[in-house]
């Protein structure tokens, strides 16, 4: 896909998926619903064709790890749609004044578009979680899969894979 096309795809998939009214002028696209709720002011998404292109060019490995079957582009899409909802999420829940959102030089939801080192919204809260052993996964199951059974190691002193 060209740089072009893929602006092309992520306008179709917002006024699809998002708002239908969003529009794209001057790098911008406006959105005035995002997770089904009204926005007032808009959110902006401040991208260019080129900046898109870059953002969405992942590596194979990546691609094959999340969308083994699509193109890296399409992957590189779908992982940025990933990233924009839990930046926004984030954002909106922590810091609602924030309304723009910006890929270069990392994708970030800011106040201020030309204000780039804004520092992230606080996270929210975890809730307390029950007592016991927790551990992070490299690899995080999509669409209902399970998570691959652990595998021991072998040999004594051997790290876990």
Same mark, same amino acid.
């Given at each position: 896909?060209?740089?072009? &096309?893929?602006?092309? *795809?992520?306008?179709?998939?917002? +006024?699809?998926?998002? %708002? ?12 005035? #619903? !995002?997770?089904? *709720? ?5 959110? +902006? ?11 969405? #060019?992942? %590596?194979?490995?990546? +691609? %094959?790890?999340? !969308?083994?079957?699509?193109?890296? *582009? ?14 926004? !999420? ?8 924030? #309304?723009?959102?910006?890929?270069? @030089? ?10 780039? %080192? &804004? ?10 979680? @029950?007592?016991?052993?927790?551990? !992070? ?22 790290? &876990?894979?």
């Amino acid at each position: 896909m060209t740089d072009d &096309e893929l602006l092309a *795809e992520l306008e179709r998939r917002l +006024r699809q998926d998002v %708002d239908p009214d969003v529009t794209y002028d001057e790098a911008v696209f406006t959105l005035h #619903r !995002w997770d089904a *709720e009204p926005q007032d002011p808009p959110l +902006r998404l401040h991208a260019t064709a080129e900046q898109l292109g870059r953002y969405c #060019r992942v %590596d194979e490995g990546t +691609r %094959d790890a999340l !969308w083994p079957d699509a193109p890296v *582009e399409v992957a590189g899409l779908n992982l940025l749609q990933v990233h924009l909802d839990e930046a926004l !999420w984030r954002a909106l829940d922590t810091a609602p004044e924030r #309304r723009h959102v910006v890929l270069e @030089p990392r994708l970030a939801v800011l106040t201020d578009p030309a204000v780039i %080192d &804004e520092s992230p919204p606080p996270l929210p809260p975890l809730p307390d979680l @029950p007592s016991g052993e927790y551990r !992070w996964f490299a690899y995080a199951p999509l669409s209902g899969e399970g998570f691959p059974a652990r595998q021991r190691p072998t040999e004594p002193g051997a790290p &876990e894979v």
